[in-house]
């Protein structure tokens, strides 16, 4: 069996990645419909983002490969880490400033405050400040990232590159991972907190975003042939940006949230396409 898989995912690389993040994408449903993590104290998803790390594992026993050649490399590792993190913390930093002032020239007294909580297109309401709730993010999230730079960027990547361009492998891990974001949206949907328009908006918004990010760390990932700048921008999107460090008015939380994230991505994403063109060249 397991070369059989082998031997499918080499010759129809793309029908079994699809096949594959099918699989992924039901443990997910089940967990944000049924068992509802984020609900729970730990207010994170988590379970479906470990049993991912577990399918991954099986899937590299599967086509022989080791970490190191989806991306884990060891060499540079921590610079590359620190690297990512300073991509998101500069975008961010100046998401943040464009935020404030548009909340500053509309007079609601804008201020930033760090705690944790749980992610929400619908407004964020919990507040944690103990040192646990901190902890637990970034464990949490590191799992996730882990999960998801390590499924798509890089085993999704690399199978799909060895029968097709790498513009093309990049694009359709894009669409893959724009998919795996519109479970948030549509359970809001069907639990009444989101209209059908918004919901509409919302997940065609979350796969164009989660699209453009996908394909900025893919970039990332051919640029140095290692995952670790994603995983350090993608940590600090994820736990930094929409997780710890708010800005609060006089008129509510993280009003502008999903435009902060919005422009920070666009800007990180200009930044490396002309830095990928000048690679090229």
């Known amino acids: 069996m397991k070369g059989r898989l082998k031997e499918h995912l080499l010759n129809k690389p793309i029908l079994y990645s699809f096949i594959i993040f099918m699989i992924c994408l039901v443990i997910r449903i089940m967990e944000y419909f049924i068992i509802k993590t ?8 988590f379970i479906h983002k470990l049993m991912g790390i ?4 099986f899937l590299l026993k599967i086509m022989n490969y080791k970490f190191k050649d989806i991306g884990f490399k060891r060499n540079k590792w921590f610079k590359y880490l620190i690297y990512g993190l300073i ?9 943040y400033f464009i935020e404030y002032i548009i909340l500053y020239v509309k007079s609601r007294n804008p201020s930033l405050e760090l705690y944790v909580n749980g992610f929400s297109l619908v407004g964020n309401e919990v507040k944690h400040t103990e040192i646990v709730f901190f902890i637990l993010c970034i464990l949490l999230n590191i799992v996730n990232v882990i ?6 960027r890089g ?28 479970v948030m949206p549509l359970r809001l949907f069907i639990t009444g907190e989101m209209n059908f328009i918004f919901f509409i908006v919302m997940m065609l918004g979350y796969i164009v975003l989660a699209g453009i990010m996908s394909i900025k760390w893919g970039m990332l990932y051919k640029m140095t042939g290692s995952l670790f700048i994603g995983i350090g921008d993608h940590l600090f999107n994820n736990i930094i940006a929409t ?9 509510g939380v993280d009003e502008l949230q999903i435009v902060r994230i919005l422009i920070v991505q666009i800007i990180s994403f200009m930044l490396i396409c002309l830095i990928y063109k000048k690679r090229k060249e």
């Open 243 to 251: 997780n710890m460090l708010h800005i609060v008015s006089n008129t």
């Open 87 to 95: 991509l998101g913390g500069i975008c961010f930093g100046i998401s």
């Open 147 to 152: 999960m998801e730079e390590g499924l798509f």
């Open 155 to 182: 085993f999704f990547l690399k199978v799909i590159n060895n029968k097709n361009s790498f513009l093309k492998s990049n694009m359709i891990v894009a669409l893959l991972f724009g998919l795996w974001h519109f």
């Open 54 to 57: 577990i399918i991954l594992v």
């Open 38 to 45: 984020d609900t729970t104290f730990i207010s994170e998803n």
